[in-house]
T-cell receptor, first 115, second 113 residues
């Protein structure tokens, strides 16, 4: 399977715990995006990388959130001191930079439940 | 503020009928729109896109119409099938902001056999 993969698919954690999610993009893609989706809503942009550089962060990304893409390949999204409001689906997408940037391919998402 | 939103949250159609899903946007500078399909437990899947210099684009069983005068676009699905049941989102791409997508709320399409 050469699509975008995410791990884990589901995560249940207690409030206050830290969680980390991983995204493996399509190997040739140099852009990687993180989105958050709550029930009944469309995905909301969180941040994106071009290669290993994090170029934009949404105001939704509080200080408790950090994302990395150390080698320009896979990326991790960490949430520290989770809150119940963090419960959502976290989606990763990848694409090429440039004219075909609209062709973002999404992974299956990681569903986070904070109890 | 800027938004991309949908008129109706749910749509129920009979198998074989045509479906029309609508979307309104507020950013008059938007120049590229995309429709995504999201099935339960999966990430959004690209369906079709349209640039602002077009008013219609056709794919396989799908057609997107864009009316820039009233800032409205629609997705038409011909001969709707049970496999079309999903949530459909319109999205705007911001090329000057790294290509990030701005999604609307979504319309859930339910196809009755």
């Amino acid at each position: 399977d050469t699509g975008v993969s995410q791990d884990p698919r589901h995560k249940i954690t207690k409030r206050g715990q830290n969680v980390t999610f991983r995204c493996d993009p399509i190997s040739e893609h140099n852009r990687l995006y993180w989105y958050r989706q709550t029930l009944g809503q469309g995905p909301e942009f969180l941040t994106y990388f071009q290669n290993e550089a994090q170029l934009e962060k949404s105001r939704l990304l509080s200080d408790r959130f950090s994302a990395e893409r150390p080698k320009g390949s896979f990326s991790t999204l960490e949430i520290q001191r989770t809150e119940q409001g963090d419960s959502a689906m976290y989606l990763c997408a990848s694409s090429f930079a440039g004219p075909t940037a609209y062709e973002q391919y999404f992974g299956p998402g990681t569903r986070l439940t904070v109890t | 503020g800027e938004s991309v939103g949908l008129h109706l949250p749910t749509l129920s159609v009979q198998e074989g009928d045509n479906s029309i899903i609508n979307c309104a946007y507020s950013n008059s500078a938007s120049d590229y729109f995309i429709w995504y399909k999201q099935e339960s437990g999966k990430g959004p899947q690209f369906i079709i896109d349209i640039r602002s210099n077009m008013d219609k684009r056709q794919g396989q069983r799908v057609t997107v119409l864009l009316n820039k005068t009233v800032k409205h676009l629609s997705l038409q699905i011909a001969a709707t099938q049970p496999g079309d049941s999903a949530v459909y989102f319109c999205a705007e791409i911001r090329y000057n902001q790294g290509g990030k997508l701005i999604f609307g709320q979504g319309t859930e399409l339910s196809v009755k056999p």
